[in-house]
């Protein structure tokens, strides 16, 4: 079957599906159900209720306002952390949400139930990482109503990229009367080499036509600066070799939000957005090998990549008598444009050019699901649904690496298209069964055709068991899955190093790593197992997870062929076996009802590749989040918050030839953050916020070797403070 006909069946099997769900909507209205939904709960709202799944609330945002990212404030949720996408500690200032040590990569991030992946338009590098901030700061935080924080089996259920977690961004809604709010933020370090923030924002909602059509929009403007070049010069090498402070932000937000309801029933929901992302240059480079250039760039303040992203998105909910259905169609394009990058060798990923090139990621996604409650035997929830999603990436600055003077590479052009494309189509099936009053059953079933790496098979089993008034077993498993990335699947993408950068296990010549569109997909088997404790606003909770991560795909360290000159011709491939395994755990005492103190931990057993011995990204042993909220009064409220992290410990095994007696295997200690903040409410209109972050001033400096566990800055004491203006 040639790809134009298999794409058009896989469009019209996916249409199909939103015909019929189309038919069952507009089947029967004549009855009054706008409440039906609440009336049982879906399998998605009880895996909602499973130990892997955390929530920040609107309040928690107001009392804990991020400085840019909301990453910033998912990382204090248990099982998560920031890191890079690999152990090698490469733009290890541009950290991300990882998710039980799975790596950034293996978080999905969604808005509003949709998926985000702007970050697949930015090239991915020879050790697994990229030159990007994520896709967690798209939606600014005065703007979320409520983000979920899903790990574990109760996240497979979403399809390719979540084998670690789910990041569900939750956006405010539309108001029945006209409201509006003005904010303005800004974070002031008491250090004059870091970067300060300003940030202001609007939101506007209300109706445009009574109980009929409403309105929701938003604005926000947000610059963070950056450090100074030199600030980590006691870990420089030489005068142009930077290891980089962090990289400064401007983002610009506008986003609108149509509510049209078309009867009690039935609401068909517009919503579209406009964003761009700046960094704000200091220097940083791939294996911290400045040049002239970079460092003049760092000096200059420039920025040197931005992300401009779309987002469109249609959404019909209707609620009926036999259940309820969601259809979805979303449209986004990501232009990522930033100053090109080497891709050989020690220079891949320095900037070498003062010209911006452009990629071009295109994005579309129809989607339908229905919940359909009923009674056999027991009270049942079925959901069933389909999904069809098409990516397409035009990045020619990507494909310009060309072979070593007189080598040939049968087969293969130096002029070859940075255009590369993916679809993929997926049904499933997940039941809510009531088996008893205290026994909740999820088996579910969900299977996904991707046209590069074939069919894959997710079937999940969760259940929960309420053993009497305050004690609840939950537990899971499933298995989870990610597709290959457009640019490992991507016969034209070629890197090369002369030596240095091949696998320590090939002695001799230089090699070139090439894209292989026979990739298997990723899988990994996650299971979890706890105990639940709930009585009287007191928490607890601890559960124990585990992992078994089959067919990473990493750069290969077999030889598949070779070039006219003999030298080595590799190809991104799928590793063995990794395991992740560990225990998270929740313990919250309402001391009174205005004082409460809320802590969760995240022990981390193993993260490990079991081709390598080496750890699957750099995160510590254990993690420790705190904090105690008074209510000191209606109006006015404190609170106190402590992080702990404990050590963090690098790669331990050579991998490239590079590190063939160079590794330095220095880890980083554990250390402690402690914040404090007090919010006063003066009226209806204006609240203000202030506080302190890192009281006790403990500052960190990334180290210069790649090979350390110190990858990053820890950023010192800090003033905040934020107005919000009401009406």
Known sequence: MNNKTDNTQHFRLSLLSLVLFSGFAYADNNHDSTELSDVYVTAE???????????????????????????????????????????????????????????????????????????????????????????SNWIPAEDIESIEVIRGPAAARYGSGATGGVVNIVTKKVSKEFHGSLNYFTNQPIHNEEGATHRVGFNLSGPIIKDTLSFRLYGNYNKTDADLPDINKSTQKSPTNIAAGKE???????????????????????????????????????????SDLTQQLANDGKETNRMYRQSYALVHDGVWEWGDTKITAQYDRTTNSRLPEGL??????????????????????????????????????????????????????????????GDVIEGMDTQRSGKTK?????????????????????????????????GNLSPGLNISQQLNDYFTVKGGIARAYKAPN??????????????????????????????????????????????????????????????????????????????????????????????????EGNVTIPFTDRIK??????????????????????????????????????????????????????????????????????????????????????????????GVNNIFDKRLYRQADNSSAQTYNEAGRAIYGNLKISF
């Open 45 to 135: 709202r009880q895996l909602q209720q499973s130990l892997g799944v955390s929530e920040i609330t609107k309040s928690d945002l107001e009392k804990r306002p991020v400085v840019n990212d909301i990453a910033e404030i998912v990382r204090t949720m248990p099982g998560v952390n920031l890191t890079g996408n690999t152990a090698s500690g490469q733009r290890g200032n541009n950290r991300q949400i990882d998710i039980r040590g799975m790596g950034p990569e293996n978080t999905l991030i969604l808005i509003d139930g949709r998926p985000v992946n702007s970050r697949n338009s930015v090239r991915y590098s020879w050790r697994g990482e990229r030159d990007t901030r994520g896709d």
């Open 248 to 290: 400064g932000v401007r983002n610009k937000d506008v986003g609108a939000h149509l509510a049209w309801q078309l009867t009690p029933e039935q609401t068909l929901i517009l919503d579209s957005s406009y964003s761009r992302q700046g960094n704000i240059y200091t220097g940083d480079t791939q294996g911290n090998n400045g």
């Open 344 to 405: 050989a060798g020690a220079t891949e990923g320095q900037i070498n050019k003062e010209h911006f090139k452009d990629s071009l990621l295109k994005s579309g996604r129809l989607a339908a699901e229905a919940n359909i409650p009923f009674t056999w035997g027991v009270e049942h929830v079925l959901t069933v649904g389909s999904e069809y999603t098409r990516d397409s990436l035009d990045d020619p600055a990507s494909m310009v690496q060309g072979f070593m003077p």
């Open 422 to 454: 993916a679809h993929n189509w997926a049904i499933f099936a997940e039941d809510n069964i009531s088996l008893t009053p205290r026994t909740q059953l999820i088996p579910a079933l969900r299977f996904d055709y991707h046209s590069t790496s074939g």
């Open 486 to 583: 457009l640019y490992q699947e991507n016969p034209n993408y070629l890197l090369v190093t002369r030596g240095n950068g091949c696998p320590i296990s090939i002695a001799t010549g230089s090699c070139y790593l090439r894209g292989n569109s026979d990739l298997k997909p990723e899988t990994s088997i996650n299971k979890e197992i706890g105990v639940e404790f709930v009585k009287d606003g007191y928490l607890a909770s601890l559960a124990y997870f585990h992992n078994d991560y089959k067919n990473k795909i990493v750069a290969g360290d077999e030889i598949e062929g070779q070039t006219s000159l003999g030298n080595n011709i590799l190809q991104w491939s799928n590793a063995k076996k990794a395991v992740v395994s560990g225990f």
């Open 597 to 690: 103190w809320v802590n969760n931990f995240t022990y981390m057993i193993q993260s490990k590749n079991k081709d390598t011995g080496n750890p699957l990204s750099v995160i510590p042993k254990y993690t420790i989040n705190s904090s105690l909220a008074w209510q000191t009064t209606d109006k006015f409220d404190t609170l106190l918050t402590f992080t702990h992290y404990g050590r963090q410990k690098p790669r331990q095994y050579e991998e490239s030839r590079i590190d063939n007696g160079r590794l330095s295997k220095q880890e980083l200690g554990s250390y402690g953050i402690w914040s404090v903040s007090a919010g006063y409410r003066f009226n209806k209109t204006i609240d203000a916020r202030v």
